[in-house]
């Protein structure tokens, strides 16, 4: 079993910075892959940030290359995203997901457990 929890949403003006968590509980030893995805209203949920568990590599969407920053703290086993630079398009309600494969995925149907979602909206 396993839980995901994220927090830290909220408003924020375009051009701010907010910092999500997503902490992991249960049997999170088989997750080998961490990653962010986000779904805004009428539009498919979308990959945005994803980071291996022991190696630390990472792999983002293009559309926040240069302003999202993926991490992880090992010994409080959560993950973390950094968003700078936000703009109106960012809003949306961002989930965090983990993988028992090695992959960096993309898809989303390569993922095995989700958290709740926590809404983020930048305002112009």
């Known amino acids: 079993q396993v839980q995901l929890v994220e927090s830290g949403g909220g408003l924020v003006q375009a051009g701010g910075t907010l910092k999500l968590s997503c902490a992991a509980s249960?049997?999170?030893?088989?997750?080998?892959?961490r990653g962010w995805f986000r779904q805004a209203p009428g539009k498919e949920r979308e990959f945005v940030a994803a980071?291996?568990?022991?190696?630390?590599?990472?792999s983002y969407a293009d559309s926040v290359k240069g302003r999202f920053t993926i991490s992880r703290d090992a010994g409080k086993n959560t993950v973390y995203l950094q968003m700078n630079s936000l703009k109106p398009e960012d809003t949306a309600v961002y989930y965090c997901?983990?993988?028992?494969?090695?992959?960096?995925?993309?898809?989303?149907?390569?993922?095995?457990?989700w958290g709740q979602g926590t809404q983020v909206t930048v305002s112009s």
């Open positions: 997901a983990a993988r028992e494969g090695s992959l960096l995925a993309v898809d989303t149907q390569r993922y095995d457990y």
């Open positions: 249960g049997r999170t030893s088989s997750l080998y892959v």
């Open positions: 980071i291996s568990w022991n190696a630390g590599r990472k």
